[in-house]
């Protein structure tokens, strides 16, 4: 198998909570992308987001704290932060 094939299969490998997070991120920093055009405020904001899901999650047991989806929901986030920087 190609290292490219290997590479176009990769969104298969990454489990469906990831990449669920992974467009929360992507959706939520779009939305703050329409308000406000300061990267230090999308950033901030974005990192306060994904933690915050997971301390709420935590807090009343409607999930289970996973830094993982956090970091997922930063990396959504960026790619869209990138996008907007080219």
């Not at 489990?15 to 300061?38: A, E, N, S």
């Not at 999930?63 to 959504?76: K, S």
Request: charged share 20%.
């Amino acid at each position: 198998m190609s290292k490219l094939n290997k590479l176009m299969r990769l969104p298969e490998i990454v489990p469906c909570d990831k990449r669920l997070h992974f467009m929360l991120g992507t959706v939520f920093t779009v939305i703050v992308g329409m308000f406000t055009r300061d990267l230090f405020v999308t950033i901030g904001s974005l990192v306060l987001y994904a933690w915050g899901i997971e301390v709420y999650q935590k807090i009343t047991k409607s999930g289970t704290y996973d830094n993982w989806d956090a970091i997922a929901v930063v990396l959504g986030g960026l790619v869209v932060i990138g996008d907007r920087l080219w």
